[in-house]
C-alpha cells in the first residue's frame, strides 16, 4: 500500500513539474560553472541574509546546466555532500 502511494506520488510530482519552463536567458556574461560553485559554497550566508534582505540564493538568468552543476557541487560542499553518511554505512 505504501508503494502505491509512493508511486502515485512521484508520478503526480513528474506530472506537474514536467509542464515547467523558464524564458530563455538573455544577455551577456551570464553566471556559469565558477559562479553556481559560489553561490552553492554560500548558501548559508545567503540564506539568512535573504530572510532580512532582498537577497537571491539562486542567479536567474544563468547559462543552465553548467551553473546548475556548480551549484549542486557547491551547496554539497558546503553542507557536507553525505560523506558523513557513508562513512557511517561503511563501518
Known amino acids: 500500500m505504501i508503494f502505491v502511494q509512493a508511486a ?3 508520478a503526480a510530482v513528474l506530472l506537474l513539474t514536467g509542464c515547467a519552463t523558464q524564458p530563455p536567458p538573455s544577455g551577456e556574461d551570464l553566471p556559469g560553472f565558477f559562479s553556481g560553485f559560489w553561490n552553492g559554497l554560500t548558501i548559508v550566508f545567503s540564506f539568512i541574509g535573504s530572510l532580512f534582505w532582498d537577497v537571491r540564493i539562486y542567479a536567474f538568468p544563468n547559462n543552465g ?3 546548475d552543476f556548480g551549484y549542486v557541487l557547491g551547496v554539497s560542499a558546503a553542507l557536507g555532500g553525505g560523506g558523513t553518511v557513508a562513512h557511517r554505512t561503511a563501518k
Open 8 to 10: 502515485i506520488s512521484a
Open 65 to 67: 546546466g553548467w551553473y
